[in-house]
DNA sequence: TATGAATGAGTATTCATTCAT
DNA sequence: GATGAATGAATACTCATTCAT
């Protein structure tokens, strides 16, 4: 039974147009962010309009792709740093790393925004995982005693939100990123006062 | 000599049209961002769609003098938190004041974020006074030690934004904003090391 | 308050414009049924095609108003037979009326095809006037004698639908009008059996 | 000597496919008009695009090829009732099956109404035959005063096709078809007058 | 040979902006 | 001075048809 198209896996042409779609997407849509157009997408990536219907049935649906594809790394990188030996370098390292990550990916920061606001959302299992992942690294770095105990996830959570998003908005450069994190990072860490 | 309306004061009932246009613009574009439409801004503002057009040539401007307008409000806050006799206090409570009051204010916080990035704008001269206004409260913040000295102009009005950033797209509640902000108001002050 | 629209008569140059596309779309329809292309209309109208999207919100609407506007004409001349002083006279005429004005209208043709299916289409209400109309006319017919007393009015309109179909369809001429007519006509006249 | 295709008699496959294909584009066809899509036709039928294309060169032909093979199955019927015994009988029972069969057959009835307008059409010989047939029954029954002398083909042909439009189109249910062709019939048969 | 991926022309609809009333 | 009607360019999306696999 033909056209049945679900779980085979895609002829070599088919993934070669997808992967450059994806990249044109990409491209496109960290300029314009959601203005972006569809006809643009399709000419960078040198293919048919109808072309990228074909394997992305709107322009949420491929919107939708390229930030899956995006956070997945972000995940990746994660999951890695949750094995690291230095608990506390692990947590920071991964929060500057998902900063420096989204930066200039209007999109990428878009969707980590909207995240949490919107559950029916196709990419929502995808935040819930790096929900999770960013919960092992902090409860790991507060166990350390490299973060303050009484820290929860929701404002870590916003705070990578915030500074991913103003890194992008305003294109941060990379000595006003380490200004600003490091302001962000000491505030989180425990503190002796008098 | 008629038709040369520079400098003119506006007449009676057009000055109230430009506040009616305004409000509506202001109603809208929390709303749906920079995809409002000049249609819907006319309808709600009750004025004919060629009305707005007499006083903004064009969405943009109408865009801008919507921002021009909040950001006036921030500065006048600015301007009396400067002779506050707390200057700490003055401070942080600016701090706190531009994040609630530009929450849910899509178009305000867009301008925020833009500010800097093109100095050209027409709303640039409103950002260099706020700037001005910020530096102010932080040296006065700096000399009186409640704010650590190493931190630049540049790094807060960079935290400033992301937090207005953050809470306006993920639409943060009076809690996550008090934890989020106490974060980076710890990471601002100074503090006592071994 | 303005852009109501609502009840305010149509300015000049919009009620021309109006009429300019009703007119092309009329023509049109009838040429290619449904299938018609807003922009042809626009192009026939001799108007932009947004113009036709400022009085008639769908293609939809558009269609439904030139079907209207024809469905009024019938409704017309029943109205008007209804008095006439030959029942029979009245119910035949406006039977052959029916037909005649109809064809080449494929529009309207479809229009009178699908009423009575599908009740909470707009145009629903002039269509069940036009059934009132149509009973009216028949049981006065049915009372002089000149139309069998066991004909329901469910068949006169399939019948009346039958004719109008195919004359619009199959572009009869008026002998072949007249003809198939008799056929029916005499189907529907009282006879004598031996 | 490959490629030649030409009368040499389709492969068993090619054969199955035909049937699948003619299949599902009845069924389609049926449903949406000739805005049926091909894609869906493939899909319902099991087969690729392309495999409908190796045997149908466009839409129109594949459109046609379903209306031919339905005629076909009329002027079976149209031939075995030729030699009925009761010529009357044959005559309107015939007239009845067209009307039944072709119900829900949009496509079909569509190829009826235009039949005798486009004599170049592909499918023209197959509708002279239709009307040879009819023509046959007619004048039988004629000939046996079963339908009245006066009456010529044009309309009879005019009149099935009226039915058979407006059973399609307006989902004639059994007994509206029933009364409706009664009054047809009727106005066929002699009549007595004083 | 059969498949379905690619294509470009075509569709309805929206919007900022201009201009007759 | 104010209105809203007109406009054309732009947008997302669909479809019949062709051609590489």
Redesign the interface.
Known sequence: ???STVGRPLRADAQRNRLKVLAAAERVLAKDGS?ASMREIARQAGVGLATIYRQFPTKEALYEAVVVERVRRLLDHAHAAAHATDPGDAFFTFFTFAVTETTGEKALV?SL??A??DPKAGTAPMHRDLEKATGVLLRRAQAAGAVRAE??M??VL??I???C???D????DEQ?RT??L???????RP????
Chains 1, 2, 3, 4 share one sequence.
Do not use: I, K, N, Y
């Open positions: 039974m033909p056209e203005a878009d925004a909207v949490g606001l820290v929860g929701a404002e916003a705070l939100t915030a500074m998003l103003a890194a908005r305003q294109h941060w006003l200004r600003s490091t302001v962000v990072f000491d505030g989180l503190q002796l006062r008098p």
